[in-house]
């Protein structure tokens, strides 16, 4: 079975139609899913969600695009949050400068603070890293100790930061659908991560993968990154599927 560790289920798009995206993601195969907050609202929204439906799961933050609209009172409430029991990591949090470099210090003040409380709770974070994976890379090294762990989500490293995080004990990289497309430049970072530190995500709504580019992406369609990277990796399938699963509740162990 599959589980998608990064999907906004909370997008209009998909959260009118959750009923059917769940069906259609069960029946390709997906049996838990792993919905990541981008904010306060968002964090109460998939904790709403989860309540609802028994394969979701959430992981709450601030992403690295929102830091400015975060107060003092956000983290409290963030902590008390995190004791619920369908929360399976902190994030999504990370570092952002492709949209925005005027608040760089203080997303990665940010940063380290998330990092801090999944350490609290003995939680796994979920890393953005957009033009930013370096200094992500470098506060991870500077903050690890031996209860840290996490994913790098939607990766796009070269292999001299993949070499960097494998360094880390406990953190795992993922892909998303644009790895199908023609014009995708990473198979080389794809062939080089060891099949144990690999997770599978679709980060719908966004970065469908093929044949549904310029559809809303969701979890069902998870399988043709799977093929991609089985293909690439020359893994049979069923046994990558298998290995990702077991790397998965690894990581996310509250998802047992």
């Known amino acids: 079975m599959i589980i998608d560790t990064h999907a906004h289920l909370y997008y209009d798009d998909l959260l009118n139609n959750i009923d059917t995206i769940l069906e259609q993601a069960i029946a390709a195969g997906v049996e838990r899913i792993i919905v990541p907050a981008v904010d306060m609202a968002t964090s109460r929204t998939i904790l709403e969600l989860s309540s609802k439906h028994k394969m979701i799961f959430a992981a709450i933050g601030v992403h690295p695009c929102d830091v400015n609209k975060i107060k003092i009172d956000d983290f409290t409430e963030l902590r008390d949050l995190l004791k619920h029991d369908k929360v399976v990591a902190v994030g999504e949090t990370g570092l952002d400068y492709y949209w925005d470099k005027s608040n760089i210090k203080i997303q990665k003040q940010i940063f380290r603070k998330q990092i801090e409380l999944a350490l609290e709770n003995k939680l796994p974070v979920v890393i953005h890293t957009r033009d930013s994976i370096k200094d992500a890379i470098e506060i991870i090294g500077e903050m690890k100790c031996p209860e840290l762990k996490g994913q790098f989500h939607c990766f796009s490293g070269d292999e001299k930061d993949l070499e960097c995080i494998l360094r880390f004990d406990d953190f795992y990289v993922s892909f998303c659908g644009n790895i199908t497309y023609k014009k995708y430049e990473g198979r ?58 077991n790397n998965t509740i690894s990581l996310f162990y509250k998802l047992i």
Do not use: C, M, Y
């Open 188 to 245: 080389e970072v794809i062939e080089a991560v060891p099949p144990e530190r690999l997770l599978a995500e679709t980060d719908s709504p966004f970065l469908p993968p093929e044949p549904f580019r310029g559809k809303k992406n969701q979890p069902a369609w998870i399988v043709k990154s799977l093929e991609k990277i089985a293909e690439l990796k020359k893994i049979d399938p069923v046994n990558l599927a298998d290995l990702i699963h």
